[in-house]
């Protein structure tokens, strides 16, 4: 590995643990300053650091790797994700938003369920931090194997040296500085992830023959390659367009949405956020594409289809432009691994520590837990992440079901319909949970992705349950 690449690649980590440094003193004033940044982000950091936490290695490593094989057809889940995106914007960010604030400055997703529906015996808030807890876990697991994956094919190092390096890193700069250095650097990763996604691409095109365009030269290996339904179904498209129903119930993403610093300022982030979105996306598709032809036309072989970005970058850049490449990858990686472990870590702390173990807990002692927190989640994933043949896009597919199915249904529900319960939001909570597990369980994922019954499942039994309960129906 060329010297250059090194020196960019370590350049990004120390900007990454020198933003952890600069947030240090403000994220420990209190809870309320680690887990959220005193609800003062602006519409720009909350656009783009609501998507950098969304998108994660799978844009990078995962969406590519799966056009590189089947071609268009798998672009259905970038159709998806960004009508799901856009709704999220909609429906959820300013409701939840106002009515965060409105049921006890609620700090966690699941302290705002137990406020919204006066769960004084918090079992549902209990509930919701164990959903959290178990799937951040599995979702923490599969950045760290597109981290250990990537310094093993393009830096020639270990897996494992991988799967430490990355996690070093991120837990690095969350213990550091909470909330404001997650979104500070996930700002970064952001515009850095979405430039990379342009820039390989078009400089991939321009190198093939004006007689052989990516297209022609796609067609030519397998016509199927740049059909729109080929090697699919309608349950298979179905599959791919319902990863956007998981947005509304990823606590990473969603609670970008109560840090905001007001109402006003969503309509902004949402023109920022999509406009970052749709960029990115298509990008990530066209690596997938371009790569395919233009490797093709090389005569370059690849082991690992996910990896098609590092090769692209490897074969045409410039090592310190190289350089800037896996850097970019390591912000998509990161950007989501530091969410996630920050949530899980502020609902062990909040959601836990200080409602079980001690109530009476300072501000310090509690920002102390969220802390070791981290520290501990990150312990487990890296246990979790030690088999490096797993992918990225399905490690991902599953905890995204998940979530999308436990939480989904229970936050559109809570934020929009008035005669939802206590029984019925435990009901939905449990029913989606279980229904994800049990499909995944029964083989049945390959020809109906888990988040469609999971979902709907949920939706069912809150519905059921509430109506069956009116009389204790939040107000």
Request: charged share 10%.
């Amino acid at each position: 590995m060329n010297s250059l690449t090194i020196a960019a690649v370590a350049a990004y980590f120390v900007l990454m643990i020198g933003i952890g440094i600069y947030a240090w003193r403000a994220a420990s004033r209190s809870s309320a300053d680690y887990l959220l940044s005193g609800r003062s982000l602006g519409p720009g950091v909350t656009a783009l650091a609501a998507g950098a936490s969304d998108m994660s290695g799978w844009l990078m490593l995962g969406l590519p790797g799966a056009l590189f094989v089947s071609g268009v057809s798998q672009s259905w889940i970038a159709v998806g994700l960004f009508l799901g995106a856009w709704a999220n914007w909609v429906i959820v960010a300013p409701r939840l938003r106002e009515q965060t604030e409105r049921y006890g400055n609620a700090l966690t997703i699941p302290e705002f369920l137990g406020n919204r529906f006066d769960d004084r015996r918090h079992i549902l808030r209990l509930t919701a931090s164990l959903v959290i807890v178990v799937f951040f876990v599995l979702y923490s697991a599969s950045g760290l194997v597109a981290g250990g994956k990537l310094f093993e094919s393009a830096f020639g190092a270990s897996y494992q040296s991988g799967l430490w390096i990355t996690a070093a890193v991120v837990v690095a700069y969350v213990v550091l500085g909470g909330f404001l250095a997650v979104s500070l650097t996930d700002f970064v990763q952001g515009i850095i992830m979405m430039i990379a996604l342009v820039a390989v691409p078009l400089i991939a095109w321009n190198g093939l023959t004006a007689d052989a365009g990516p297209w022609t030269l796609l067609q030519r290996i397998d016509p199927a390659l740049t059909s729109w339904f080929a090697g699919t179904t309608a349950l298979g498209i179905v599959s791919t367009l319902a990863w956007g129903l998981g947005y509304f119930g990823q606590p990473h993403i969603i609670v970008r949405f109560m840090a905001i610093r007001s109402v006003a300022d969503i309509p902004t982030a949402r023109r920022i956020g999509l406009g970052w979105m749709a960029v990115s996306l298509i990008g990530a598709c066209a690596v997938g594409l371009i790569g395919k032809a233009y490797l093709s036309y090389e005569g370059i072989y690849i082991e690992d289809p996910e990896t098609v970005l590092i090769r692209l970058g490897a074969v045409l850049l410039h090592p310190l432009l190289l350089g800037c490449l896996l850097a970019a990858i390591l912000a998509a990686i990161m950007s989501t691994i530091s969410a996630q472990l920050l949530v899980t870590g502020s609902s062990l702390a909040e959601d836990f520590y200080r409602l079980f173990v001690r109530h009476s807990a300072s501000e310090r002692e509690v920002v102390g837990i969220g802390r070791l927190s981290v520290i501990a989640v990150a312990a487990v994933a890296l246990v979790l992440a030690q088999n490096p043949n797993g992918s990225v896009l399905s490690l991902v597919a599953n905890a995204w079901a998940g979530f999308g199915a436990a939480f989904g249904p229970v936050i559109l529900l809570a934020l929009t319909w008035q005669r939802m319960t206590l029984a019925g939001a435990l009901a939905g909570m449990v029913t989606g949970a279980a229904m994800v597990i049990g499909w995944i369980a029964a083989g049945w994922s390959d020809w109906l992705y888990e988040i469609v019954p999971g979902f709907a499942a949920a939706m069912a039994a809150i519905i059921v349950v509430s109506l069956a309960a009116p009389e204790k129906a939040a107000g």
